[in-house]
């Protein structure tokens, strides 16, 4: 609009040659225009206040990411190494229980080995189950009182020792 009257008069002031309504029009365009530009550039001050907010929680939420991820990485290490120490103690003592079964195997038939061996030395003798039975009740009646067994006996009172030598218990019995 404004060029309109630029081009077509010859006049330095073309404000001269509008007319009032013209020139009111033309004022009020220029206001417009002015609000217009005042609120562009409210909003892009408010935008980029709201821009540097968002920048600052962006980067915030990166330090964070950042430090989580490190501490993460360092627990996950962390519990690798003990899943594979207990894998290992697992291991190891599977290890050993496998030993002791061997062991326990091994001494089971070196012990039927010797109790087989016994027999056949003491063939119209009592087994060994027996003869460690009727040890076992004599050891029964001569151990050691319990203080629960004590009934105001005198203290010093000697126990018998009856305990047989081998030789005594198998005198004449061997081929």
Same mark, same amino acid.
């Given at each position: ?16 040659d509008?007319s009032?309504d013209?020139?009111?029009?033309l004022?009020? /365009?220029?206001?417009e225009?002015?609000? /217009?530009?005042?609120?562009l ?8 206040a709201?821009?540097?907010t ?6 915030d ?12 990485s360092?627990q996950?290490?962390?519990a690798r ?27 089971n ?5 010797a109790? /087989?061996?016994?027999?056949s ?9 027996e003869l ?5 009740m004599?050891?029964a009646?001569?151990r ?10 005198? /203290?010093?009172?000697?126990l ?12 004449g019995k061997?081929?």
């Open positions: 609009m404004l060029g309109k009257y630029l081009k077509g008069t010859g006049h330095a002031n073309p404000a001269s509008v009032s013209e020139a009111r029009e004022r009020a /365009a220029i206001e225009r002015d609000a /217009a530009i005042e609120r550039e409210q909003t892009i001050s408010e935008l980029t709201q821009t540097g968002l920048q600052r929680s962006l980067d939420a990166e330090f964070k990411t950042g430090i989580l991820k490190q501490s993460y360092t996950l290490c962390e190494e003990r899943a594979e120490a207990a894998e290992q103690s697992i291991t190891d003592q599977q290890t050993r229980i496998e030993e002791l079964e061997a062991d326990h195997k091994a001494l038939r070196e012990l039927a080995g109790r /087989a061996r016994l027999d030395i003491y063939p119209d003798e009592a087994s060994i189950d460690l039975d009727s040890f076992s004599r050891q009646r001569t050691a009182p319990r203080s629960d067994d004590l009934v105001d006996e005198p /203290a010093d009172q000697e018998p020792e009856e305990m047989l030598a081998p030789d005594v218990m198998f005198a061997r081929k």
